[in-house]
C-alpha cells in the first residue's frame, strides 16, 4: 500500500530563511510525487511533480524538491522564504497502472515569520 | 484551479437533510475525482468517475453518499441523510485523461457544515 508521511505538522521559519518541508513515501513501484499548496478556504494547487525524469523538480514559486530513492524521500526546499509562502503543503503520492489514485500526507502548515 | 468549478462553496445542512455538491470539470476534461478533508487532515480519495460511469468508490463510505457523473452536466456527489461526521471540505479535481494527478486540476472545494 501507498503512503506519504510529512515530518511536522506545523514548520516556523523567519522571513527570508531556508524552507525545508520533509516528506517521506512508502511504495512498492516507482512513484509518482506530488506537493500541492493550500492557502486558506482554498483549492490545492500543484506546485510540482515527479514523474521519474530528472530527479531534481522545479517547481512555482521558487520551490523545489528531490526524489532521493535511497531515502524514500521527497523533501520541498526554497532558499528564501517570503510572506505569502504561509500556507498548508501537502505531499502525495500515486503510482502508475492505468488511473491514478492519489494518497495524501497529513499536511504540514507553514508560518513564515517576519 | 478556476478551470474547475465547484458549487456551492459554502453549504449548511441540519442533520437529516442531503446535500448535494456540483462539480464542473475543465473543459475538455472526462475524468473526475472527488475528494474530502476532514478538520486538520490530508485529503482522503473518495470517487474516481468518468462520463457515465464509476470507475473507483473504494473511498466511498458505504451508505448515504453516492455520486455521479453524466454525459450532459456536472459531476453530482449526494450525501443523504447527513451527519454532523460529515462536516468537512469535499474537493473536485478533473483531468483530461486517466493519469490521474499529473495532470489533474483541483476545485476550490465545497465546505459542508451540518448542524
Known amino acids: 500500500a501507498q503512503s506519504v508521511t510529512q515530518l511536522g505538522s506545523h514548520v516556523s521559519v523567519s522571513e527570508g530563511a531556508l524552507v525545508l518541508l520533509r516528506c517521506n513515501y512508502s511504495s512498492s513501484v516507482p512513484p509518482y510525487l506530488f506537493w500541492y499548496v493550500q492557502y486558506p478556504n482554498q483549492g490545492l494547487q500543484l506546485l510540482l511533480k515527479y514523474t521519474s525524469a530528472a530527479t531534481l523538480v522545479k517547481g512555482i514559486n521558487g520551490f523545489e524538491a528531490e526524489f532521493k530513492k535511497s531515502e524514500t524521500s521527497f523533501h520541498l526546499t526554497k532558499p528564501s522564504a517570503h510572506m505569502s509562502d504561509a500556507a498548508e503543503y501537502f505531499c502525495?503520492?500515486?503510482?502508475?497502472?492505468?488511473?491514478?489514485?492519489?494518497?495524501f500526507g497529513t499536511g504540514t502548515k507553514l508560518q513564515v515569520i517576519p | 484551479n478556476a478551470g474547475v468549478m465547484q458549487n456551492p462553496r459554502h453549504l449548511v445542512r441540519r442533520r437529516g437533510q442531503e446535500a448535494r455538491l456540483r462539480c464542473s470539470p475543465m473543459k475538455g476534461h472526462s475524468h473526475v475525482y472527488w475528494y474530502r478533508q476532514l478538520p486538520e487532515e490530508g485529503l482522503k480519495f473518495m470517487v474516481y468517475?468518468?462520463?457515465?460511469?464509476?470507475?473507483?468508490e473504494s473511498g466511498m463510505p458505504k451508505e448515504r453518499f453516492s455520486a455521479e457523473f453524466p454525459k450532459e452536466g456536472p459531476s453530482i456527489l449526494r450525501i443523504q441523510q447527513v451527519v454532523r461526521g460529515d462536516s468537512a471540505a469535499y474537493f473536485c479535481?478533473?483531468?483530461?485523461?486517466?493519469?490521474?494527478?499529473?495532470?489533474?486540476?483541483f476545485g476550490q472545494g465545497t465546505r459542508l457544515t451540518v448542524v
Open positions: 479535481a478533473s483531468s483530461r485523461g486517466d493519469r490521474g494527478p499529473a495532470e489533474a486540476f
Open positions: 468517475l468518468q462520463k457515465e460511469n464509476i470507475i473507483d
Open positions: 502525495a503520492v500515486a503510482y502508475s497502472g492505468g488511473y491514478q489514485k492519489v494518497t
